[in-house]
């Protein structure tokens, strides 16, 4: 038997039975990223499960797990890329935001150390003070300004708490202090009824530190002139008005401002601030004040008991205030005024800055008070010293007009100064005069001579009884008299004097023209040689304020004056058989005025609107009207 035949590739040929193939019955694709119910019912799976390529589900979930479903999506959306990437973020966010903060507390220093270099050269600071106190000082000074918070008005009671914690580090020995000692010695103090302990001796500190300190006192006692019957509530600290305090005392409160805090309980409340005269009676019974500061001190103590009523008590400050006067004065140096009356010697040469202050300030007061015939005398011993006093030796100039090299040279020497400025502080201003040397002429006391002037015209023209002829035994005659026919004419002449008079200051002091005025006062106003050879300066601001002070207030007396004597002689005209219609003025008494011609008082009134508008061209001209804090009228007997 032949043996099967073998295909040529080695496949036998012979057929086999075949059998059904086997279908494997394989599961759908599916996505990676999804987990289905068939994974979980099927033993074995065709891939591997990963459990980061799905999202967990709660449902399918094992029984023992403890995780929230906010955690497990929270596994699920944490990944390692966006650990990272958070990681990063944080870190370049925490990076910028401490460079922020850096920057802005750089720029806060900056800004701050700017303010108080501004505030420095606005109101020097004594520099043996220390820091917090320069600062304090600083501040508290700029508090002062109505302008610095932008409201217009001053928080007196932060000012005042200030100037309280000022003095306080001041007057501390273990602080700024250092050296300060009583009056009695180290452990004795001297106390007065109603004002407290007495001031220090501060004659071992330096002037820069005595003149701050007294300044600081001085800006206490203004502060506590402001809140003079002010309280303060205990159990918030906060300082109220009296008349919105609810109590047996008041009880009909008035409703506090939109925003503030709620009234206070008069039994929680204390007086806010001490009296004024805490801090007056420090400077007039300290040691180491010179005659000029207790002066100025005595003068504003003496002006403010006048505010309260006290007349008694002021016109005893005033007296106080011409005994420092006189006492300022060289040892040998007697009978330049009398201090019982005031009215300054005749024969005196040796005329002082605070005698001319203290008298004024006297005759002011007297003629507040109506006691005009003690007044009088006083003004024209005062206008009579005036005239008298030497030039000046330190020049006022008015230089002419520059030419392009004096300006390039000034402009040289600006950007020099101004960039010493920048690397080398502020040095401390220089003292100011104590007023104990003899008084010069000069642009400030002919601007003062003006308001003596006004002074003088406003009591002749209140007095109509006071004859002319009574004026030359302290001045001699002058044109302002002698066309007088009575007092009232004559305190109109003295009048329209001290206006021109004043003008022309003005005028010089602006380096303008002065004006064509023939009158008396234009031989005492400006000498051709005077005043020449030195730049402005703050004393010549000074002048300028004064002047148009007193420009104001004599031009707004003059109109007055002139509208009162227009109505007289109207009421005289309509009836011609009276005797004149008594008309009462501001500070005058009742009389009538002689009427020398039909028509003279309304000429007169045509000047002085004429004379009106030129001075308010050169008021405003010169800047004064606003913002300065000038007042356009006011006269010593309050007139305008």
């Known amino acids: 038997m032949y043996p099967p035949r073998m295909h040529p590739s080695g496949v036998s040929t012979i057929s086999r039975p075949s059998r059904p193939l086997r279908v494997l019955h394989r599961p759908n694709p599916r996505p990676f990223t999804q987990k289905s119910q068939l994974l979980l019912i099927y033993p074995t799976s ?34 390692t890329e966006r650990k990272t990437y958070i990681k990063e973020q944080a870190w370049v966010a925490a990076k910028y935001t401490a460079y922020g903060w850096t920057a802005i507390a750089l720029v806060a220093t900056m800004l701050f150390g700017i303010e108080n270099e501004r505030l420095e050269r606005k109101f020097p600071s004594p520099r043996e003070w220390s820091w917090v106190s320069r600062w304090l000082y600083r501040s508290t000074r700029e508090e002062e300004s109505p302008q610095a918070n932008g409201s217009g008005l001053v928080d007196w009671a932060k000012t005042g708490q200030d100037y309280r914690q000022l003095l306080k580090r001041l007057e501390d020995i273990e602080s700024d202090g250092k050296g300060l000692r009583p009056l009695l010695g180290v452990d004795g103090d001297i106390y007065m009824v109603g004002v407290g302990k007495s001031g220090f001796d501060i004659s071992s500190k330096s002037e820069p530190w005595r003149r701050g300190y007294y300044e600081c ?24 008005p009296p008349e919105v305090v609810i109590g047996p005392s008041n009880p009909y409160p008035k409703p506090v401002p939109y925003g503030a805090k709620t009234a206070p309980s008069e039994e929680n409340c204390e007086p806010a601030f001490e009296s004024p005269e805490h801090y007056y009676m420090k400077i007039l019974t300290g040691h180491g004040f010179n005659s000029r500061q207790r002066l100025d001190a005595a003068l504003a103590y003496a002006d403010w008991l006048e505010f309260k009523g006290l007349t008694s008590s002021a016109e005893d400050m005033y007296d106080w205030g011409l005994d420092i006067a006189v006492g300022g004065l060289p040892l040998g140096v007697n009978d330049v005024v009398d201090t019982k009356t005031g009215v300054i010697n005749q024969q005196a040469t040796h005329i002082t800055p605070n005698i001319l202050l203290a008298t004024t300030a006297l005759a002011r007061h007297y003629a507040q008070n109506q006691n005009l015939s003690t007044a009088l005398p006083i003004f024209l ?71 003596t002037m006004a002074h003088i015209g406003e009591i002749l023209f209140a007095s109509p009884n006071v004859a002319p002829s009574t004026l030359s035994h302290f001045i001699g005659p002058s044109s302002s008299t002698k066309k007088a026919t009575s007092a009232r004419s004559s305190g109109l002449a003295w009048t329209r004097d001290s206006v021109n008079l004043a003008e022309q200051t003005l005028h010089f002091l602006s380096n303008s023209t002065p004006g064509a005025s023939s009158t008396s006062a ?30 104001l207030s004599s031009m707004q007396n003059w109109k007055l004056m002139v509208a009162q004597l227009r109505q007289q002689e109207a009421a005289k005209r309509e009836a011609p058989q009276s005797h004149g219609i008594a008309k009462h003025g501001w500070f005058w008494s009742e009389g009538s005025v002689d009427v020398d011609e039909t028509g003279r008082w309304d000429r007169e009134a045509d000047m002085v609107e004429a004379k009106s508008k030129e001075v308010s061209r050169l008021v405003k001209e010169e800047g004064w009207l606003a913002g300065e804090g000038i007042r356009s009228g006011g006269g010593v007997l309050g007139f305008a």
Not at 217 to 240: I, P, Q, S
Not at 389 to 403: E, G, N, Q, V, Y
Request: include cysteine.
């Open 381 to 451: 011993s005062i206008l009579r010293a005036q005239r008298s006093l030497a030039h000046s030796s330190s020049k006022f100039s008015i230089s002419a007009s520059p030419d392009s090299s004096d300006i390039e040279a000034s402009v040289l020497s600006l950007l020099a100064s101004f960039a010493r400025s920048l690397l080398i502080g502020p040095s401390y201003p220089d003292p100011p005069v104590s007023g104990d040397l003899p008084a010069t002429r000069n642009p400030i006391t002919m601007c003062e001579e003006a308001a």
């Open 217 to 240: 006192l001085m800006g206490a006692a203004r502060a506590a002139e402001h809140l003079d019957t002010w309280v303060r509530d205990k159990t918030r600290n906060v300082a109220f």
């Open 522 to 551: 234009r031989s005492s106003v400006l000498p051709p040689t005077s005043f020449q050879s030195q730049n402005f300066s703050d004393e010549t601001a000074t002048a300028r304020q004064r002047c148009t002070e007193c420009l």
């Open 46 to 79: 065709p891939r591997p499960q990963l459990p980061f390529l799905h999202s967990p589900s709660n449902t399918f979930a094992p029984r023992n797990t403890t995780r929230n479903r906010f955690q497990l999506q929270l596994s699920r959306l944490l990944t």
